[in-house]
């Protein structure tokens, strides 16, 4: 059974810094792209960023461009994100996210989505 767990939310100060984990079990993820997406309330859920597994090819949103780093450990299989410069923003749940297919994922539709784990920045 594939699970992706998620951990290292919290509440942190404008301009303070997190680091979020994806632990993610059930099979080999060197084929996959994981990525980490979020979910403010009333919102959509919006992409963050991807990487592959083996290649370390990344993709970014715009808005976190130069403040968020995604990267990877293939051992274990977990996946990073290195949040800095965090701006003051309603909470957000951060989800991980798995699929064969970086457009997919891009896109929202991945095979695999975590539990999530929350996300708030204060002034």
């Known amino acids: 059974q594939v699970q992706l767990v998620e951990s290292g939310g919290g509440v942190v100060q404008a301009g303070g810094s997190l680091r979020l984990s994806c632990a993610a079990s059930?099979?080999?993820?060197?084929?996959?792209?994981m990525g980490w997406f979020r979910q403010a309330p009333g919102k959509e859920r919006e992409f963050v960023a991807t990487a592959t597994w083996s290649g370390g090819i990344t993709w970014y949103a715009d808005y976190v461009k130069g403040r968020f780093t995604i990267s990877r450990d293939n051992d274990p299989n977990t996946v990073y994100l290195q949040m800095n410069s965090l701006k003051p923003e309603v909470p957000a749940v951060y989800y991980c996210a798995a699929d064969r297919g970086a457009n997919r994922l891009r896109v929202g539709v991945p095979e695999f989505w975590g539990q999530g784990t929350q996300v708030t920045v204060s002034l």
């Open positions: 059930g099979r080999t993820f060197s084929s996959y792209v």
